[in-house]
């Protein structure tokens, strides 16, 4: 993946992370040659509207309530740039350097598709952008996801005509100086160029396509705490039995069993099947269930966003014919619904990840629940030590928040422009809200990892230090305890909850586990 050739088509999951993430190695972007050609082709015919005297949205006319005031062509490259810096209105903490890269990959690879007038050089410089790492500030908050992300795309494209801030190199500075220091100049646009860098669902891609790969991430690294937690409860794996799934043979319940039953095999931790304990609590017994359901959650954002990669989401749209006829239409390409939808569906999901992991961890901690199994709260001396008792607390803080974080977005719209644009999707907040709710399950999950070595150890007690772990979790244990001691007292734990949490961000779990 030296090189990502972008035509419009083909961009992937794997090339916007490796892109977003791959720095200072990041992959070079360029623009395929048949989409140069294409490219420039929606250029010309631009510039024959304009010769024509065409009227068409936002390129001899104004934007939004103003869309049936013509613009004189004298006044045509005024009006693209006035777009970007009249909307360039957006707020709050800007985004990460992963983020504006996957944003900038994303819309160059729209744009490349050839419906959208810009002309080859600009669209280049985008491009350009990437590859010297001249990366726009960009705000978070501004963009109601229709029409598409026009605040946070337009601090994207500012730097493009010397205007707005860029980090280089680690130093926020202005978007001219950026240019400058990577040997780029500015331009002055071209009609309907401003309006094709800003309207789209750019931002809203950038934050689902990330989002969706770590809840990936997120949803494995549930099976495998809740089996290391299965382990330290004395759990079985009896409902894991292919049988049972095979009579409700729903795909990912069915591979999420497989894979529970993959993480524990030649477990010497796990119950045996002869016992009187029949079976577990359904926070053990049902994760096939549960944690499939939320699998079937991510397939579903995945399919959408593989989609939305290779979409042209801007308005107005140019079509040339095999005759050269050329047509502007309208449309709404650039409206964030199944976005929107489908983030507020990933995000009330993954929470329930979060949900189902809070109450192993109680199950852990409890030493009622857990019928004494393990010591209350994790600990040798509860009384002079609390052991893990508020590590619980702090889990169940965070599944509290998520559940405030489900609710939709995507089921409110206030109306703009005059009443113009008088429905739009909320994707933007969607996708906001949907990475705060990752961003606490993945604590949650590295409070439950950490709770279930501790229980672990303790069953070694009574099981016998000789005794393996499941053939899955047993890589994992050893990848926690190389980071986490065994806590013989109370002391400072948020350091290793951070400790934790870089583990299950960084994917080395699974890595651990699937080896």
Same mark, same amino acid.
């Given at each position: 993946?030296?090189?990502?050739?972008?035509?419009?088509?083909?961009?992937?999951?794997?090339?916007?992370?490796?892109?977003?993430?791959?720095?200072?190695?990041?992959?070079?972007?360029?623009?395929?040659? !048949?989409?140069?050609? =294409?490219?420039?082709?929606?250029?010309?015919?631009?510039?024959?509207?304009?010769?024509?005297?065409?009227?068409?949205?936002?390129?001899?006319?104004?934007?939004?309530?103003?869309?049936?005031?013509?613009?004189?062509?004298?006044?045509?490259?005024? =009006?693209?740039?006035?777009?970007?810096?009249?909307?360039?209105?957006?707020?709050?903490?800007?985004?990460?350097?992963?983020?504006?890269?996957?944003?900038?990959?994303?819309?160059?690879?729209?744009?490349?598709?050839?419906?959208?007038?810009?002309?080859?050089?600009?669209?280049?410089?985008?491009?350009?952008?990437?590859?010297?790492?001249?990366?726009?500030?960009?705000?978070?908050?501004?963009?109601?996801?229709?029409?598409?992300?026009?605040?946070?795309?337009?601090?994207?494209?500012?730097?493009?005509?010397?205007?707005?801030?860029?980090?280089?190199?680690?130093?926020?500075?202005?978007?001219?100086?950026?240019?400058?220091?990577?040997?780029?100049?500015?331009?002055?646009?071209?009609?309907?160029?401003?309006?094709?860098?800003?309207?789209?669902?750019?931002?809203?891609?950038?934050?689902?396509?990330?989002?969706?790969?770590?809840?990936?991430?997120?949803?494995?690294?549930?099976?495998?705490?809740?089996?290391?937690?299965?382990?330290?409860?004395?759990?079985?794996?009896?409902?894991?039995?292919?049988?049972?799934?095979?009579?409700?043979?729903?795909?990912?319940?069915? !591979?999420?069993?497989?894979?529970l039953r993959s993480l524990l095999k030649d477990s010497q931790f796990t119950r045996e099947h002869t016992s009187l304990n029949v079976q577990d609590a359904y926070t053990l017994?049902?994760?096939?269930?549960?944690?499939?359901?939320?699998?079937?959650?991510?397939?579903?954002?995945?399919w959408i966003f593989e989609i939305e990669l290779n979409a042209v989401t801007d308005n107005p749209l140019i079509f040339i014919d095999d005759r050269d006829e050329i047509t502007? =239409?309208?449309?709404?390409?650039?409206?964030?619904?199944?976005?929107?939808?489908?983030?507020?569906?990933?995000?009330?999901?993954?929470?329930?990840?979060?949900?189902?992991?809070?109450?192993?961890?109680?199950?852990?901690?409890?030493?009622?629940?857990?019928?004494?199994?393990?010591?209350?709260?994790?600990?040798?001396?509860?009384?002079?030590?609390?052991?893990?008792?508020?590590?619980?607390?702090?889990?169940?803080?965070?599944?509290?928040?998520?559940?405030?974080?489900?609710?939709?977005?995507?089921?409110?719209?206030?109306?703009?422009?005059?009443?113009?644009?008088?429905?739009?999707?909320?994707?933007?907040?969607?996708?906001?809200?949907?990475?705060?709710?990752?961003?606490?399950?993945?604590?949650?999950?590295?409070?439950?990892?950490?709770?279930?070595?501790?229980?672990?150890?303790?069953?070694?007690?009574?099981?016998?230090?000789?005794?393996?772990?499941?053939?899955?979790?047993?890589?994992?244990?050893?990848?926690?305890?190389?980071?986490?001691?065994?806590?013989?007292?109370? *002391? *400072?734990?948020?350091?290793?909850? !951070?400790? *934790?949490?870089?583990?299950?961000?960084?994917?080395?779990?699974?890595?651990?586990?699937?080896?």
């Open positions: 993946m030296d090189i990502i050739s972008l035509d419009g088509q083909n961009l992937t999951f794997d090339q916007v992370q490796a892109v977003a993430y791959g720095q200072p190695n990041s992959p070079r972007v360029e623009i395929s040659a !048949e989409a140069a050609k =294409l490219v420039a082709r929606a250029a010309d015919a631009v510039q024959t509207l304009l010769k024509r005297g065409t009227i068409a949205y936002g390129i001899t006319t104004g934007f939004g309530a103003f869309k049936d005031r013509i613009i004189p062509p004298d006044q045509v490259e005024q =009006l693209q740039r006035n777009i970007l810096v009249s909307h360039a209105v957006g707020v709050g903490n800007p985004f990460d350097i992963p983020t504006t890269r996957a944003i900038m990959l994303i819309r160059a690879n729209t744009l490349a598709r050839g419906h959208s007038g810009i002309r080859p050089a600009t669209l280049q410089l985008l491009v350009d952008m990437l590859n010297t790492g001249v990366h726009p500030v960009i705000p978070e908050k501004g963009s109601l996801g229709a029409s598409g992300d026009l605040a946070p795309l337009a601090h994207m494209a500012l730097p493009i005509i010397g205007e707005g801030t860029a980090d280089y190199r680690g130093e926020i500075v202005s978007g001219a100086e950026a240019f400058k220091r990577a040997g780029l100049k500015p331009i002055t646009l071209a009609a309907k160029e401003g309006l094709a860098l800003t309207n789209g669902t750019s931002v809203m891609t950038a934050l689902g396509v990330l989002q969706t790969l770590r809840a990936e991430r997120y949803s494995q690294t549930a099976d495998i705490a809740g089996c290391l937690s299965l382990e330290a409860l004395n759990g079985t794996d009896l409902a894991f039995d292919e049988r049972i799934h095979n009579l409700r043979p729903y795909p990912r319940q069915k !591979e999420c069993a497989a894979y017994r049902c994760m096939p269930q549960v944690h499939g359901a939320v699998r079937d959650a991510i397939a579903y954002s995945r502007v =239409l309208s449309g709404g390409n650039f409206h964030g619904e199944p976005l929107a939808i489908a983030m507020d569906y990933l995000a009330f999901s993954v929470a329930e990840l979060g949900n189902i992991s809070e109450r192993r961890i109680m199950r852990l901690t409890d030493e009622c629940s857990n019928t004494h199994v393990l010591p209350a709260f994790l600990t040798k001396q509860g009384g002079l030590n609390s052991g893990f008792m508020i590590l619980q607390y702090t889990a169940a803080a965070l599944a509290t928040e998520n559940k405030v974080l489900s609710h939709p977005a995507s089921v409110d719209t206030i109306p703009t422009s005059a009443n113009v644009e008088d429905h739009v999707s909320m994707g933007a907040t969607a996708a906001l809200k949907l990475r705060s709710v990752l961003d606490n399950v993945e604590r949650i999950l590295s409070i439950e990892l950490m709770s279930a070595a501790q229980g672990v150890d303790f069953r070694r007690q009574s099981v016998g230090l000789d005794k393996t772990l499941g053939q899955g979790t047993r890589g994992v244990y050893a990848l926690i305890r190389g980071h986490i001691p065994f806590i013989e007292s109370d *002391t *400072t734990m948020a350091g290793y909850i !951070e400790k *934790t949490r870089q583990l299950v961000a960084s994917g080395s779990l699974i890595q651990k586990a699937d080896k």
